[in-house]
């Protein structure tokens, strides 16, 4: 696979509230959904775990009843290696608060391998995964970026930890530094459950764009360092093809520099 280079500047923009973050998210996901649909027939869209999965409920509203959802391909950023009816599953998580109220056809839903994660198999949920993303690239479902042959998403909605973390790329963790696998995996992460597969940063960074939803006073510290480009913090190195941008709440930016205010 050659190399990437996607690279565009941080933006953001601070709301009031938590449910304003997360109306803004929805909207911004509607607008580009409809963008896509239009011009490809397809929306891939991906999604993290956390608190984002509760903000996606926003896009239920009659508002956006319109959104084309047959054309939605649904894929997970990072996914933690538990059966797929374990609470602590991303997919899961997604699937009661959020997938199973919109008619997306389930087979353009991709969870991690069951069988790999009913075994808590990291190593092959990542391997699987990959072979995934690499078959619906073919067939011309994914983008690639540019000539590089990397997969390119329409847009990833992503959440950031205290610690800085992004996906299920942790500060300290070599994974951070992998740059030929499309989907890597840790079996020791720091946050619970430790068993997680993610998408590795030359593919997080090579999608269209990438929204980057922050609440809360207990992720200001990092989100301090992060716009003072400290790169020990996996989210400080996120970028995106075309738009990379974080929507905080008035508690995540409280200890932004007043340079970036
Ligand atoms: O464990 C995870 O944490 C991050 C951040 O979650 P949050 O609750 O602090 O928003 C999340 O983006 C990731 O997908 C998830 O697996």
Redesign the pocket.
Known sequence: MASYSANTKREKKVFDTEDDVAKAMAEYTFNLSKKFCKKRGYFTIVL?????VLWLKKLLVPEYAETEWSKWHVFW??E?VVPLDNKDS?YKQTLDSFLSEVPIPTSNIYAIDQNCAALGDAKGAAIVYEECIKRLVNQNIIRTYKSSGFPQFDLQL????PDG????LFPGHYQIKEKASLVTYITNSP?LPPK?ITFTLPVINCASYNLMAVCGEAQADAVAKVFKDDFNLPSARLTADTQAIWYLDKAAASKLPSECL
Request: aromatic share 0%; proline share 0%; no cysteine.
């Open positions: 993290s775990g956390g608190d984002l950023v990072d933690r991303n992503l959440g950031m930890g973390h992004m996906a299920s946050k997680r």
